[in-house]
Nanobody, 127 residues
């Protein structure tokens, strides 16, 4: 049974930092591309960042580029998201996902077809 368990969410001040982690089990972690997505209150799911199997290729949504860093530790079956310079608009439920791929169409980039999803961890950015 595949399990993706996110942790590290919480309350942060604007300009602050948080580090999210996702512990994966029940799958061959190193063979999956991984990603983070988020859903703000009253809004749809938004892709945030993705990373391919060996960690050498990373991709970011424009809204977080330069502020968030995605990484993975294949030896520990762990996916991370270091979030810095947080803004109130980063407030959302953050999900870890296994599988999928990065694609762009007409200068709009996204992440497609993830196979498994975690339950999410809440991030709130507020003073």
């Amino acid at each position: 049974q595949v399990q993706l368990v996110e942790s590290g969410g919480g309350l942060a001040q604007p300009g602050g930092s948080l580090r999210l982690s996702c512990a994966a089990s029940g799958l061959s972690f190193s063979t999956y591309a991984m990603s983070w997505a988020r859903q703000a209150p009253g809004k749809g799911l938004e892709w945030v960042a993705g990373i391919y199997k060996d960690g050498t290729n990373t991709y970011y949504a424009d809204a977080v580029k330069g502020r968030f860093t995605i990484s993975r530790d294949n030896a520990k079956n762990t996916l991370n998201l270091q979030m810095s310079s947080l803004k109130p608009e980063d407030t959302a439920l953050y999900y870890c996902a296994a599988g999928g791929y990065h694609y762009c169409s007409r200068n709009i980039c996204a992440w497609g077809e993830s196979d498994y999803w975690g339950q999410g961890t809440q991030v709130t950015v507020s003073s």
